[in-house]
Every structure is written in C-alpha cells, then in structure tokens.
C-alpha cells in the first residue's frame, strides 16, 4: 500500500534509459530524493573544461572550443520537422505554414518532396527526426554589456544526464548545494517595490550563501525578468568574480526571438544575440542577466510549455546526485519558488508537492501565488468550491470568465492536496511570523520538509542539519535545528564537527562548541590523521608533508607513497618549532594505533570517499593517544593559516601562552617558504596577533601573582615537546613578549642570582675585590636565611651569583688582553717567557670552557645539535675564529724560521680578541643598543662596497689603461686599480693624472724600479706625457662626483635610516638579546679563566667518570609536579578569559565599532518602522474590505425594503437579508486562520490521488466536499479503469473480469472469494458495487483483483527496545517499541509483512515470501494468539468506486527478549526470497512506513501503552 505522498519511482528500464553502466562513469541513483546514504558521485571529465572554478564571464580557449565543437554535436541532437502539411493557419507574416508552425522554405527540400507517403495528419512522434545540434557555444547580447554567457539547442528527449554532464564538466559549473527552480507568471505582472526588492535580496542571498543554481524560463518576461533583474543588481554591487550566481534559463526554442543568430553548426564563441522587445511579437527575448540558456527544441514554431518535461526531468535528476561539501555528503536538494502565475503555475506546484519538493509561495505576487497563500492555514474542510471561486474571482478579475464549473472543482481538488502537504508549503509574507527575507523562507522551507520526511528519530535531525552546513548558514541551524525540539548528544555532532573543520567554517564550530562538543572527546588518532588528510592542498604544511612522505618512500623502498601518520606529521612540526623541543606525536612501536570509543548516530557523511562516521566506531578496549586535543586542532589550524578557527580553538586552550607563542614561531617558519606575498603577509600578521595575545594574558598573569607569571616562563609544557614559553618566545624571536617588564623582573632576578637585585655594582665590585666585605653586611642577599647563615654558604651564594660570575671574567678578560699586549710589544723573544707561557695556559682556560659550552646538553639534544646551536651564535664564531688564528700564530712563533709571521698571526688574534670585548658590553643598558646598531649598520656597509667597487674598479682600470702602457708587476697593477683609486676618494688624488705636476723622478720608465711606479705615456723626444689630459681629469671629476658626493651620503642616508629604524625598537631589541648574556653567564662555571680550569677538572670527573647528567638550573627550566602544575593552568586558563572579556570590552568602546553598531541599530529600527507602516496598510484595506462588505449588504437590505414597499407587503422573515456584524477586524489576516492545522479527515484521501498508480490512469478531481454519495455531483464523470495486470503472478480465475461481473455475488461469500464488507452492506449500482467510503474519481477495477472489497491481512509484529544491559529503552516515560519490517524489490518504502489474501488461503502471499515454509503454521498460531487492533477500510491509492482495499491486522508482541518462538521466528525470516530485506524498526512517528501501515502501528502502540 503507498501512502498519499508515494513519490516516483524510475524503473529499471527507464534507468538504463537515461543512465548507462558504471564503466562509462555514471553509476545509476535508484534511490529516493531524502536518502542521504552516500551514493558514488558522477566522476569528472579529464578534460579541459572539468575544472572547479566557473567560466561563466571567460571567453574560452582554442582548446575550449574544439572540445565542444567535436563533444556536443556527438552528443546533443536538435529536432526538426521532415514533412510539410500545410496549416489551415496562416503564419503572422501571411504565408503558408505548416502544422508544426515553420514556413515552407524553413523546411529541408526532403520535407517538401516526401519519399513516402507519411499520413495526412501531422504527427510529432512520425514527422519529426532528431539531428545534431546546430546551435551552442557563449551568448553576447549586443548593446548590453561584455557579459558572455553558455547557450545550447537541445532536443526535448535528451537524456538529463548529457545536460548535467556538459553544465558541470564542460561549462565548468560547480554541483550545487541547492537547486532553485522559480516559476511563476510568463507574462510582466506588477508587484510592490517593496516586495520586488525583497525578493530579489533573498533569492540572491540564498544563491550566493548556499552556492545554489537558479532555474526559470530563461525568458525577458515575468517572473524569469525578476530573476535576471535580482542577479543583475547583485553584480552591479559585487566586485568578487568568485560571487557569480548560476542562473539557468530553461525556454522552448520555437518561441524564441532572433533565434536564427544563434544558430552556427561548429558554434558560437561567441554568438551576438539583439534582445528586441519591440518586434517580438508573440515570440520571447531571451533574459541577458542569466549565465546559461538550455533551449529545447520539439521541432515545432512559436508552441510554449514545451521546455517544461524536460525541465522537470532534469530538475529530479540533479536532485538525485550526491554533491560532497564542506565534508557533507547530501542528495542536492531542491525548492519551488513560486512568483504570481497562472493555470500552469498550479500544475506546476501541484506536481513539485507530488514528488516532495517543498514550494515558498509569495503573497501578494498575484493570482496563484495570493490564492494559495490565502488558503494555506485553513483547515481542509473549509477550502471548499465556493471559497476558492470567490478567491478565483478576486484574484483572476480579467480572466475569470474563463473558468468552467469543471476547471473550479479541478483547482478547488489540487488546492485540496497542495495544502494537505502543508509540511512542504511555505507562505512568505511582508512583515510577518518574524520573516523578512526570502532566503530565509527558502531555507526554513526545506528545514520543514525534511522534518516531516520519514527519517527516525536523530537521523531527521542529523538531515537538516547536514543541509544547514552544506550551505553554511549558521542562523538558519541557530533558529531551525538546535531549538527545545531536539536534545542533540556532543557525540552526534562530532562528525559534523570534523566537517566544519575541513570546510573552514568557524561559524559552525563556534556552535557545535557551545552546544556541549568536547574536543577531548572529539580529538582522537584516527580524527587528527582524517584531518591531516583533507589539509588545504594549497598550503604550505601540505607541501613539506607530502614532502617528508616521498622521502620515507624514497628510504624504504614502498611501492606507493606511505599514508599519512602522526609520526610524519610531527617531524614537520618539530622543524617548525624548532629542534630544541621533542616530538609531538613519536612514532608508535608497533602497528596498534590507539583510538577512541564513541557511539555515534548511523549516518553517513563523507569527503574524498573516507566515512566520517567509522572515525567513531572504534571498539571500547582502545584510548585516546593525544594528551591535549586543543592544542592538535590549533596546531591543525595554524598550519593552514586559518584564523577564525584557530582564535575559537585558542581561547578553549588551557597552556594557552604557551600556545600563541608556538602559533607565532610556526606561522613565521611557514611565511619564509610561502610564495604568495599576500599570503605571507597574512602569516606575519597572524603571527604578531598571537604574539600580543601571549603578552595580554602574561601581563594579567603578573598583575595578579608575579611568583606564579614568572613560573608559567620556565614551566617545562609537555604539550609543547618538553620546552618554555620563554625559550619558544626566543626562538620565535619575539622581542615584545621577551621585553616585557615582568619577563626583564626575571632575567634580572636571575641575572643577581641568590643576591638582592637592591645591590649597586660597586658594592658588588668591592666585595669582589675584597671578598670579607660580604660578612660586613654590605651585601644583602634575596633570601633572608642567607643574612645569618655560614661564612661558607654566603661566600658560595655571591661567587655564583651570574652578575659576579660576569664581573669577575671581564675582570679575568681585560687582565688576559693587557698580559697579552705586553708580550707582544714588549716581551716577544725567541724563547717564550714566563708571561707568554701564562698567556698560553689561559687560552687552554678559554679553549676549555668554549668545549664545555659545546659538550653542555641538559636537553640531550645530542652533539651534532649542540655543536650547530653553539655556531649559530656570532660571538662564539668569533671566539673561535680568534682561536683558530692564535693556534696558528703559536704553531708559526715555536718556528725560528716563522718566528715574525708567527708574530704578526697572532697580532692579528689580539685584534679579534679585542672585539670580543663588543659581547660584555651587551649588558650595559647604554653601550648594548650602540652595539646593536653598529652591527646592523656593518651590514649596511658591506652592501655600500659592493656598489663602491663598481666605480672603484671601474675607474682604476680605465685610468690604469689610459696612463700605463703594458705594466706587468701585478702588485702595481693592484696599486693602481684599487689602492689609488679608493685613496682618491680621501683626498689623495694622483700627481701623474695631470700633466701639470708630473715629474719623471717619480716614476720609473721601464718599469723596472721595484719601488716607483711606472711611468705614464711619455714623448720620447721632450719627456713630456702624451696622455689626454683633459679626458683624465673629466674621468677623475667624474669618479669624485658619484663617489664623494653620491656614495657617501647614500651611505649616510643608510647609516641614518637604519639608526632611526633601530633606535625606535633599541630598548627591545636589548632586552631581547640581554637574555642571551644572562643565560650563558648563568650555566657557566663561577671561577674566572684561567682558574675556570679547575671547575673544568670537577665536571670532567662528575660527567665523564662518575657518569651523571647534566642538569638545567631550575631557574630557567623546571618541570612542575602534577597538581602544581594543573593548579597553575587553571589560573593561567582564568586570567586568560579575564583577557579575553576584556579585550571584548575595549572592541566595544572603539570608536568605529561604536559607529557600526549605532548604523546596525539605526538599520533594525529603520526596518521595524517599515514593517509597522505594512501592517498598519493592511489594517486599513482589510476595514476597507469589511466596509464594502457592510455596504454592499445595506444595499441589497434596502432593495428588499423597497421591492417589499412596493408590493404592499412587509415580505416573510425568512426572507429577510442577514446583517453583518459592526464590528471590524483585528490585525489578523483571517479570523478563520486560527482554527488548528491538525484535524480528522472523515473520507479517504490516498484513493483521490489524481494519478493512479502504475497506469496512464489520471482521476476525475473530487474535492473533499464531493466524495460522499449522498452530495449531489452533476459533472462527476469518472474514466472507467480495469489494468491487465496484477501484484503477483495468480491465475486468472482469480481476478475478475467485466465478462463474469453478473455472475459476481456482492455482499456475500462468492465461493472462496468473501465479498463481504467489514462496514456492512454496500451498494450495487449498475452492477458494479460502490465505494463505501465515497467516490474516488475513477471507475472500474483499476489494478485490484476484485470488483469490491480486497480482503489483506497485516500483522504487527513487536517487540521491546532494549539498552546494552538488557533494559526496556524507554523515551518520555513510554517503553519503545521495535516493529518487524520488510522491504520488497521495486519499492522505496518499507511495510508491515502483510499483504492481500488469496481466496482460500490463511496467509498472503507477501508474508509467505518472508517466512519460510516450515514456520507458516506456527505464524498462524501467533497470529491467532494476537489482538486485533484494526479491521475496516484501507486508504489505499489503488482503491476506485467500484474496487476497494479492507484488512485486519493483529498484533503479535514478545514481551520477553529470549522468547523462544520470537528466535525461531527470526531464524525462519527471508527464507524463500532473498532480494526481500528484513529488519527490526525502532518505532516512532516518523518511521519510515506507508501512511496508512502507519495508522496500523499506532494503533498497536496504544494498545501496547508504548511510545509513538
């Protein structure tokens, strides 16, 4: 039995029709419009027009071209008409034309002159041939802008799959979220500016928001203009080319104007069409605001409606394709938006609610649209023939003349069945029930068809939900979805969730968030690998992953690339953190991967073929792996730069400084390889937001607790790969954080050591110098104990205190640098001295301690690290340096014959020693930023010498070559080229350039003097040079001028710039660097070289023979206990919300924000004082109406009193007209409205369909107030219907048959056949038994085997829903139940195991086919055991007046789970055939049942006292 709402079903036959096999690619989509099972989408052409992105506006290339060129004419035929039979109708111009409405020479010469003989009669089926298309490719309107859009002449039996496969794979149309189909009026209609102006914002809103495709008549006309106009303004207004909205006009192409200049058999790119609405005449322009045109041929001239079958074929196709978005995998679905409109807008209407497309009527568009919004919340009974004549005379004034008795009661029928759908009909009003766009309308419309979909319980939730997501709209899913109606579980929004995050909707996942989703429960293995999996191609992390992949293939030999793992997730990670922290995610030891259990709801939501739901379904003996699910979703979306999500993730984040200064280190690492600049950009910026947010929440942090803030600074953050927020903070190189006052407060408290940081460094000094002071009290210490404790405790406290520590070598270094001039000057003889023999054993000291600094790995990072770690460092480059050269200096002095070179070497290491000293001066707060910049202004120096030497060598090798003829000394050449010429510079200008001040005594002829140079060109006879003097002093002039005057105060100009530029950041930059000093001072020996030697000796013998670890200081590094620590998050995660409202609260007070709010406000209230005006008119004409009303009946009471007068008689009472009320109306549309939607219908409903199924049937419409035989019913004219065909292959002896009908007796027991009615005698009319409960519109036997009543027999097979443990499940206090249901071959719904009884057998057929036969006598004992909750009439849509359906159905429930006939039951079940499917129903009210086995199980629920 098929409920009223039964959709199509496409038969395998017409499938292999319209889809071809799997191997050419389109698998075929049998399934019905709400399933939302994942279904294999149609894969995408390989060619050039398979593209992502839309070309609606580009003007393709020669490749393009030739690929449609070939692809279309193969595949897409036109129509045209091969007979010509003369038309007793002349065309418009006066000629003769044939039946399909195209003149005579428009006709093939075979049409004219016909081989054979082809009828009389013109018929499109014989007359007509389909051809290769002769008209596609782009549309120009002339006149009209540089818009190109896609046009194509089609056949009007192309298959829907060619259209789809070439709007997607060669114009390149993404698959749409949604599909927008309007109809409405062809004809221009007024409608208010008001209105209009709504409309086209809400279809433009909901277009550009959802990424849906608009679908109308493609026409200049009407409702499509509106359309084309509404897309117009949007493009006027929007400067994104990515915003373009797909509109899409279907229109016949016999009615198309200036056709003709479309037509080009190799196509049009493009083709210049003239829309002239002058000289249309009864023909149509086409819209030039729509993007593609779809114009389907039948072969015939100026026919309208002929677009409308194909159009609807492929509006279902479309919609039965799964389009994958944003992680959500959903049937598209579709919606009718109704403008206006006529007679074939309501068939239109009618069919879309037929096949469960929900429709948003607008009210006050006119004619249909107003009728059907006028009618929408009355109750069934009172939409009666006379209420929608009156309507029909209201809002039809022109044409209503045209309405027959007959077309009323059709109208009146199909208005009847539209509303009865009214989950599918949404009614927008202007200003009312809180709408005030139409993009919200369309949405809540297919928000409320979907709920009354039969999907179960979460499944139907889950649906809208994954609709709202697909098109993004967050307020739709605030509104619509997670209300009072629904208790959603965090668990099944997780896949959701995962969804939202792909699809980089931050929106969303601020939602799900606050509607309780975990991400500790959400975060697991498998869930960060899926998400690693579907990271943005384009990004950066992506690269360097797949990058790591291919290296690890490379190393292992694999055949293919590895998956993706954690393991290979962490090594990019660590290279962007920094290889001072360990491994986020280490690779595990065996193949078990740890996971989490979470139950989820069944559905199926996907994106790349991987099933978001088994990511949940893991079994229960697994854990979760990750030890901070925040932080691997920050990190998930900080590598794709994604900064909505990471700020909603961040501010969930516990270790949340930690946190933004990782964010800061990884997006500056990702911009150095980024290669978009804006991208780059968009990184750095990102990257000094986190960095402030680390410094808001530390400056909280030290408000509240110094003690506490200075410990998150050196806190070890397992999360973080065992490292600091202050060590991340330095290597990410942030100078704000870093310098920071209370971050400077511990780096000096460090600096001081056990010592108050109150001491002055003289008092310091001094008692370095003589160290009893300390004893004195001069020096006080931090810690008071230290005041009264031991001499030796105090002596260790000051000596290791870093700031003596750093006094006390620079007392060490100066003492090194003065013995070392000495020797050198002074005391530097062939046998080294007792002074030089102390020079060399302090460089051991110095040697010593720069090894120990290499060998130093507390973090056991491991030699190579540190070895690289300690080069990076400058100073220690220099030290090295300085050694390397003193090494060399001494190996040449220990020579007699190197013993001067060995002099000079080390000379020269005196000077790098002597710029060591740069590096101590770094602590002073004075000499450190002079330092600084002296650095950044070397750099700046080497850049001017570059330059420099260009003119430098320039000049020297031109003078060189004027004045010196083939000088060979290489030395004097250098001299020449470069000395001389960059002393010029300085004054020291050549006498020999001019010949002036040449003298010959200068310069040696030949050049043969080592120490002169060579003299110039010279007269042999005179001694005179011969040179040109004048080019000479032109090319000195020269080089002075760009030098002296351009170079140098380019240099200048550098030296200031970068001063201003260091200057203005000098402090931070200081404090930065300060910390370097401080740190190295800290973890070094107390003793100064080249007593340092002696600490050396202890860690050797501690390190080396006794085999302990070095150790960091706690003071930089330490690592928290466990309740510590979580006690210092909790304040850190408290301190950071304070930050977080506060930074809220100083966004409010801005001054822009304040403006932007007051313009909102203003815009809300301009809004409201426009809906106010709306209602207060509509007030104002609904008294208008009442007052005519009240006149009109005055009137007709004051003819009565006249015509009464007249006569000479007051007249009967009865016959007294009936006054209306004085009273006006409230602001209520129709008191009538408030009646309930809910009411009882007393006659069948699903018998009145007007299409019967499974024939070419189609009922005569019988409105609810006609179907009882007793209304009088004078047009009732009822085709007669006897199909040749039944449910099952039975005998023909037992159907019956018009021949045998007198031999039929009704009312009784006809041999085996029972004629009995379950509601009593029937009547016989004719002959033929009559409908007991009324007239259905169709006469005859229909598909049923008997004339009369059909006996079937349904039982109700139940059992209780059970918990895990065994206990009833119970909702709202009510246990639920679980029904037996089957599903059968060709059929979209299930159904209780039932069906119609054959004459003489206890079972039908349809219950045998489930059960085996070895447990069909044993079925009849349950069933004669069970309670009959139902026997009567069936409202079935196979029922006709003369052929009806009754049965019984009984209830068989197990009460116990381990019953024993129940097990054997199920054993039995699907036993004879196995393309049945069977299973047990959770039962609720939106089971996906027939309506009326629906009505069955309800009435079994309420017997039971279950839920329902």
Excluded at 494 to 513: Q, R, S, T, Y
Excluded at 518 to 532: A, S
Excluded at 922 to 935: A, F, M, Q
Excluded at 1307 to 1335: A, E, W
Aim: hydrophobic letters at 40%; charged letters at 25%.
């Amino acid at each position: 039995m098929a409920g009223p709402g039964r959709r199509i079903r496409t038969l395998p036959t017409e499938l292999n029709k319209v889809c071809p096999d799997e191997g050419e690619g389109y698998p075929v989509y049998p399934k019905s419009y709400y399933d939302l099972d994942m279904v294999p989408n149609l894969r995408r052409s390989n060619s050039a027009f398979s593209k992502s992105k839309r070309r609606t506006h580009c003007i393709p290339s020669t490749n393009e071209k030739e690929n449609l060129s070939a692809w279309i004419p193969e595949n897409i035929q036109k129509k045209e008409c091969v007979y010509f039979i003369e038309s007793s109708q002349m065309s418009d111009s006066g000629k003769a034309a044939c039946e399909c409405g195209y003149l005579k020479e428009q006709h093939l010469e075979e049409a004219i002159k016909p081989v054979m003989f082809q009828g009389k009669e013109w018929d499109s089926r014989r007359h007509v041939q389909e051809l290769s298309t002769d008209a596609f490719g782009d549309i120009s309107f002339t006149g009209l802008g540089q818009k190109v859009g896609k046009y194509v002449r089609v056949s009007s039996n192309t298959p829907p799959r060619i259209i789809y496969q070439l709007m997607t794979q060669h114009w390149g149309l993404d698959i749409p979220n949604l599909l927008i189909s309007v109809t409405g009026g062809a004809k221009n209609f007024n409608m208010k500016m008001r209105l209009k102006n709504i409309f086209r914002r809400g279809l433009v809103k909901v277009a550009q928001t959802t990424g849906a495709w608009i679908i109308s008549g493609g026409s200049h006309a009407g409702v499509m203009k509106q359309v084309g106009e509404a897309v117009r303004d949007f493009s006027m207004s929007s400067s994104y080319k990515e915003g373009e909205i797909v509109t899409i006009g279907i229109a016949t192409w016999g009615t198309v104007h200036n056709r003709n200049s479309l037509i080009c058999p190799t196509g049009s790119f493009p083709a210049e069409y003239v829309l002239d609405e002058e000289s249309q005449g009864n023909l149509s322009c086409l819209d030039s605001n729509h993007s593609h045109f779809i114009l389907v041929d039948d072969g015939t001239h100026g026919k309208y409606g002929v677009e409308i079958p194909l159009r609807t074929r492929l509006e279902k196709f479309i919609s039965e394709q799964t389009k994958v978005k944003g992680g959500v995998a959903i049937k598209i679905p579709i919606v009718c938006v109704v403008l206006e409109g006529g007679p074939g807008t309501l068939d239109t209407i009618y069919n879309a609610v037929t096949n469960g497309t929900p429709c948003v009527i607008v009210e006050g568009s006119g004619r249909v649209a107003d009728v059907l919004a006028q009618v929408a919340n009355l109750p069934i009974s009172k939409i009666t023939i006379s209420r929608i004549q009156k309507k029909l005379s209201t809002f039809f004034k022109d044409s209503y003349e045209q309405f027959t008795e007959s077309k009323i009661v059709e109208w009146t029928k199909k208005i009847q069945d539209i509303v009865r759908n009214r989950q599918l009909l949404t009614i927008f009003r202007e200003g009312k029930d809180g709408q005030q766009d139409v993009d919200v309308a369309i949405l809540q419309a297919m928000l409320k068809a979907s709920r009354y979909r039969d999907h179960f319980g979460h499944e139907n939730w889950d649906h809208q939900l994954k609709l709202a997501v697909a098109w993004n709209r967050v307020d739709i899913a605030r509104s619509e979805i997670f209300t009072d109606d629904h208790e959603w579980k965090p668990s099944e929004l997780h896949p959701m969730m995962a969804a939202a995050l792909i699809a980089n909707k931050p929106e969303f996942v601020k939602l799900f968030l606050e509607q309780g989703v975990r991400l500790k429960e959400f975060v697991t293995w498998d869930t960060l690998i899926y998400l690693y999996e579907n990271l943005a191609t384009s990004s950066v992390f992506h690269g360097k992953l797949q990058k790591v992949l291919l290296e690890e293939k490379e190393r292992s030999a694999f055949s293919k690339v590895p998956g993706i793992q954690l393991h290979h997730v962490s090594q990019v990670l660590r290279e962007l953190l920094g290889d001072f922290t360990q491994q986020l995610y280490p690779k595990p030891k065996n193949t078990e991967r740890h996971r989490l259990s979470i139950a989820v709801p069944h559905i199926k939501l996907n994106v790349q073929g991987v099933s978001l739901r088994s990511l949940y379904k893991r079994s229960a003996g697994r854990v979760t792996f990750t030890m901070d699910p925040v932080r691997d979703l920050l990190i998930w979306a900080i590598v794709q730069n994604r900064k909505e999500l990471a700020d909603i993730i961040w501010a969930q984040s516990q270790d949340c400084i930690a946190g933004a200064l990782a964010c800061s280190k990884m997006l500056k690492e990702l911009s150095k390889e980024e290669n978009d600049t804006d991208s780059t950009d968009e990184m750095l910026i990102l990257a000094e937001e986190y960095e402030h947010r680390a410094v808001g929440v530390f400056t909280e942090c030290y408000r509240k607790d110094e003690e506490r803030a200075q410990k998150l600074l050196i806190r070890v953050s397992d999360a973080w790969g065992k490292t600091t927020c202050l060590q991340l903070a330095l290597e990410a190189k942030n100078m704000n954080f870093v310098s920071h006052g209370g971050i400077q407060a511990f780096l000096t408290k460090v600096w001081w050591g056990k010592l108050s940081v109150d001491n002055g460094i003289c008092r310091v000094i001094m008692c370095m110098l003589f160290f009893p002071l300390l004893y004195t009290g001069l020096i006080t210490f931090r810690e008071k104990r230290l005041q009264s404790t031991s001499c030796l405790k105090r002596f260790r406290a000051f000596f290791t205190a870093p700031v003596v520590i750093f006094h006390l070598n620079i007392l060490s270094y100066f003492t090194f640098l003065f013995l070392f001039a000495y020797v050198l000057m002074v005391d530097f003889q062939t046998v080294p001295s007792w002074r030089e023999y102390v020079i060399y054993f302090w460089l051991i000291s110095l040697v010593c301690e720069e090894t120990r600094q290499i060998f130093y790995d507390p973090d056991g990072f491991g030699l190579v690290k540190m070895t690289s770690l300690y080069l990076n460092d400058f100073w220690n480059k220099l030290d090295v340096c300085a050694i390397l050269i003193f090494i060399a200096g001494l190996t040449c002095r220990w020579m007699p014959s190197t013993l001067y070179p060995g002099r000079i070497i080390l000379s020269l290491a005196f000077i790098i020693f002597c710029l060591r000293l740069m590096h101590i001066f770094t602590v002073s707060k004075t000499l450190g930023p002079k330092i600084i910049i002296v650095k950044r202004m070397m750099k700046d120096v080497f850049f001017f010498l570059f330059l420099l030497a260009v003119w430098v060598v320039s000049f020297g090798v031109a003078k060189q070559a004027i004045l010196i003829h083939n000088e060979e000394r290489v030395d004097w050449i250098f001299r020449g080229v470069v000395y001389h010429s960059y002393l010029t510079i300085f004054g020291q200008i050549p006498s020999y350039i001019d010949g002036v001040n040449f003298n010959l005594d200068q310069c040696s002829p030949n050049g043969t003097d080592p120490y002169k140079p060579k003299c110039p060109e010279i007269s042999e006879a005179k001694q005179v040079p011969i040179f040109p003097e004048w080019l000479t002093v032109i090319l000195l002039c020269l080089y002075l001028l760009f030098t002296n005057i351009l170079l140098l105060n380019l240099l200048i100009a550098m030296f200031n710039y970068t001063f201003q530029q260091v200057q203005e950041h000098t402090d931070q930059i200081w404090k930065f660097q300060r910390h370097d000093l401080i740190e190295e001072y800290h973890s070094r020996p107390p003793a100064p070289p080249p007593f340092i030697l002696l600490n050396h000796l202890q860690l050797f013998v501690k390190r080396v023979i006794l085999r302990k670890p070095a150790t960091r200081h706690k003071q930089l590094k330490e690592k928290l206990e466990k309740n510590e620590e979580a006690a210092l998050l909790s304040w850190e995660m408290y301190l950071k919300e304070n930050y977080l409202q506060n930074q809220q609260c100083q966004q409010k007070q801005n001054t822009e924000q304040k403006i932007q709010d007051i313009a909102e406000r203003v815009n809300v209230l301009a809004e409201l004082l426009d809906l106010d005006r709306v209602k207060r008119t509509g007030l104002v004409e609904q008294r208008l109406v009442y007052l005519e009303e009240q006149v009109f009946q005055s009137a007709k009471a004051l003819r009565w009193i006249v015509h009464s007068l007249t006569s000479s008689g007051f007249g009967s009472e009865e016959d007294a007209p009936i006054m209306v009320p004085s009273r006006a109306p409230e602001m209520k549309d129709d008191p009538e409205e408030e009646v309930p939607e809910f009411f009882h219908t007393l006659y069948h409903v699903s018998a009145r369909n007007l299409l019967y199924p499974n024939s070419t049937a189609v009922r005569f419409p019988v409105p609810d107030e006609k179907v009882s035989w007793e209304v009088e019913f004078e047009i009732y004219n009822p085709p007669f219907c006897s199909v040749e065909m039944q449910e099952e292959a039975i005998p023909e002896t037992l159907r019956d048959s018009l021949e045998n009908l007198s031999r039929i007796n009704f009312n009784s027991m006809d041999g085996d056949v029972n004629r009995q009615s379950f509601h009593g005698t029937y009547m016989v009319q004719d002959g033929l038994p009559l409908n007991p409960m009324g007239r259905t519109g169709l006469r005859g036997q229909g598909i049923l085997r008997f004339f009369g009543p059909n006996h079937a027999l349904h039982p109700v097979v139940t059992r209780w829903r059970r918990n895990v443990d065994g206990s009833i499940y119970r909702k709202s206090l009510k246990k639920m139940l679980e029904v037996l249901v089957v599903k059968f071959p060709m059929s979209d719904h299930w159904a209780l195991p039932g069906g119609s009884l054959v004459p003489g057998e206890a079972l039908p057929p349809k219950l045998k086919r489930v059960l085996r036969r070895e447990f069909w006598p044993q079925f009849q004992k349950l069933l004669n055991q069970g309670t009959e909750v139902f026997k009567g009439y069936v409202d079935d849509p196979r029922n006709t007046d003369n052929a009806w359906i009754e049965t019984v159905a009984t209830s068989v429930h197990f009460e116990d789970q381990n019953d024993v006939e129940m097990k054997r039951m199920n054993s039995f079940l699907q036993g004879c055939d196995l393309e049945v499917t069977v299973r047990w129903q959770v039962v609720d009210q939106r089971v996906p049942l027939y309506v009326n086995h629906k009505e069955l199980l309800k009435k079994a629920a309420v017997l039971l006292g279950a839920y329902y």
